[in-house]
């Protein structure tokens, strides 16, 4: 009778080892490492890497052949013969609960209605934005030649907004033309072209660990290799990002240089000069976010000023500050790779967002957005010293004091989950966002990222305190 139960017991784990190699296929097949035509791996070859049997690997792929997935060719072994799927990018990386899945995370911020606290979500509330400004501006708008209003903008964009962005960028001493800067519709936009142009299917990219959870979902949708370094309150690990660059030869680095998300941390100059040296020893491009920088009254370091955009790529936009219904970003780089990507955005996009760049621009020239800026920091620096004390008192402690912005990384008291918290909370009608968002080692499960401009609300708190009572009960 032992016999006929081992038997069965080994053959429910060869089942199970065989459903694992055939999903290992089909992933790869679905995220593109593997296309129509491709051989696959000798069952010799994959049955050492998975470290499973031969014996296991021929009843996989006998099945995928069964399927019409792959087929036999005698003698030459076996082919990708099935189309691939669509692209799915939940099918690209590890399968993650949805409560940490940047996918899910996005789309509960998004849409959730107005009822419903986001004190997890990355933007202003829409009170703090400058809405007479706005209308001004629309109305400026409507009064300008018809064929801004009808037609596609030129490959770079509007040159007055380009002109006028180089000047704001030298007073951050990043010095830049107006030919070396590309309008985007975003920030994200920004950041997706980059990649589209420096990347290939495969290619290694270093992240922060934590960092902007839409990178994570960016670069699965680039098919790449994404490896995370810590960070720490000055910046990434100079130790852990050269041991990052020399084992896994990474192209890009993807970085808020100042006013990291999530942590609030400001890089130093110390540490930036110390990436930037190993980013040229290693033919590494940083790409720095900076889509935050109008919230710092003093500008903190920027890899593009010590850099001179020789390495570096820079991107900015106007999202958090003007308006997220306005869609302009934009890019700087050098001058060859900024006509390069005015090129790929025409091929992908064609033609610019012309009246969102004229928006823009009324509402740069006109004085009233650095008065709306000026008013944006006071708030934001009162709602932070607000919201910090409000979480101390609760037991949950922020990681750093920001010097500016909107973000604050706590920890939570001992053995309070994230996720599971996130999740009562969303029950309650409360967006939060939890730690492993941000983490691609997921080393953050004791970690929540609050928006303090979003966290003023009691009913926040009352949930807070009602949830870590319970636990301690």
């Known amino acids: 009778m032992s016999g006929i139960l081992d038997r069965m017991n080994r053959e429910a784990g060869d089942e199970t080892l065989t459903q694992q190699v055939m999903g290992a296929i089909r992933q790869r097949i679905a995220s593109r490492q593997l296309s129509t035509g491709a051989r696959l791996p000798s069952i010799r070859a994959l049955a050492h890497g998975m470290g499973v049997s031969k014996s296991t690997v021929v009843e996989a792929y006998d099945r995928l052949a069964a399927e019409g997935v792959i087929q036999a060719r ?65 109305r400026a708008c409507a009064r ?73 979902a960016l670069l699965r949708a680039h098919q790449a290799r994404v490896v995370s370094v810590p960070y720490t309150p000055s910046g990434p690990d100079p130790v852990a990002f050269e041991l990052a660059l020399v084992e896994h030869r990474p192209r890009l680095y993807l970085t808020n240089s100042a006013i990291h998300n999530p942590t609030g941390a400001t890089l130093s100059p110390l540490v930036a000069h110390r990436v930037l040296r190993l980013a040229e020893q290693h033919g590494l491009v940083i790409v720095e976010d900076d889509i935050f920088a109008d919230f710092e009254a003093d500008p903190a370091a920027r890899f593009a000023a010590f850099d001179g955009l020789g390495q570096v790529v820079h991107v900015g936009s106007f999202s958090k500050t003007l308006s997220a219904a306005v869609r302009c970003g934009y890019i700087a780089a050098r001058p060859e790779w900024t006509s390069a990507l005015a090129d790929l955005r025409i091929a992908t996009a064609f033609g610019g967002a012309n009246l969102s760049s004229e928006l823009v621009y009324f509402m740069l020239k006109d004085g009233s957005y650095r008065r709306h800026i000026d008013g944006l920091r006071l708030r934001l620096a009162q709602a932070m010293d607000t919201c910090a004390s409000r979480l101390e008192a609760l037991g949950i402690r922020p990681w750093i004091k920001p010097r500016a912005g909107m973000f604050l990384w706590c920890e939570l008291p001992q053995g309070i989950d994230a996720t599971e918290l996130a999740r009562q909370a969303l029950a309650q009608g409360i967006v939060l966002a939890p730690g492993n968002v941000f983490s691609l080692s997921q080393s953050a499960g004791s970690f929540l990222r609050f928006n303090a401009a979003q966290s003023q609300d009691t009913r926040l708190f009352r949930f807070l305190e009602s949830s870590l009572q319970r636990r301690e009960a």
Request: proline residues 9%; contains cysteine.
């Open 74 to 138: 005698r003698g030459s072994g076996f082919y990708v013969s099935s189309p691939p799927a669509p692209l799915s990018l939940v099918d690209i990386g590890p399968r993650l609960d949805r409560e940490i899945d940047p996918l899910w995370v996005a789309h509960q911020a998004l849409t959730a209605g107005k009822e419903m606290l986001k004190p997890g979500c990355g933007w202003l509330p829409s009170a703090w934005m400058p809405h007479d400004s706005m209308r001004r501006a629309l």
């Open 144 to 216: 300008v030649d018809t064929s801004k209003l009808v037609d596609y903008a030129s490959p770079l964009g509007l040159g007055v907004l380009r002109q006028l962005l180089a000047r704001r960028l030298g007073e951050s001493e990043i010095k830049v033309s107006p030919e070396q800067i590309l309008l985007t519709d975003s920030g994200t936009h920004a950041m997706d072209l980059v990649c589209r142009f420096l990347l290939e299917p495969g290619d290694a990219v270093l992240v922060d660990d934590p960092c902007y959870f839409n990178f994570h």
